[in-house]
């Protein structure tokens, strides 16, 4: 049988290949849903731009529950890792790119 580890031992510059699939995976699945969650507050979210939020709110939620993953830790190491934090950097941009607040007509 195949474990956890095994699976996560393919890495991508020092990056778990099954990782970030099961993220990108799990995130595309759940967009749809997510999209019609938003867009019940008022927030229209396209969903492509869930799959460019990703890795950004992988980030967000990894610092705010306390755990420092690699990619946390090399996003937010001064002065190294330029390539991470100009990648996050574009995925954030367009991620936020086609998101509208709707107003509400009374």
Same mark, same amino acid.
């Given at each position: 049988m195949i474990t956890l580890e095994f699976l996560r031992s393919f890495r991508l510059g020092g990056y778990a290949i099954f990782d970030l699939t099961v993220a990108f995976l799990g995130i595309f699945l @759940? &967009?749809?849903? *997510? &999209? +019609? @969650? !938003? @867009? +019940? %507050?008022? %927030?229209y979210i396209p969903k492509l731009n869930w799959v460019f939020l990703t890795l950004p709110l992988g980030i967000l939620i990894h610092l705010l529950v306390g755990t420092m993953t690699p990619m946390t830790k090399n996003f937010f190491s001064w002065p190294g890792n330029w390539g991470l934090k100009i990648l996050i950097l574009v995925l *954030? !941009?367009?991620? @936020?790119?086609g998101i509208k607040i709707i107003k509400k007509e009374k």
């Open positions: @759940l &967009s749809g849903w *997510l &999209s +019609k @969650l !938003f @867009l +019940k %507050i008022g %927030i *954030l !941009f367009l991620g @936020l790119r």
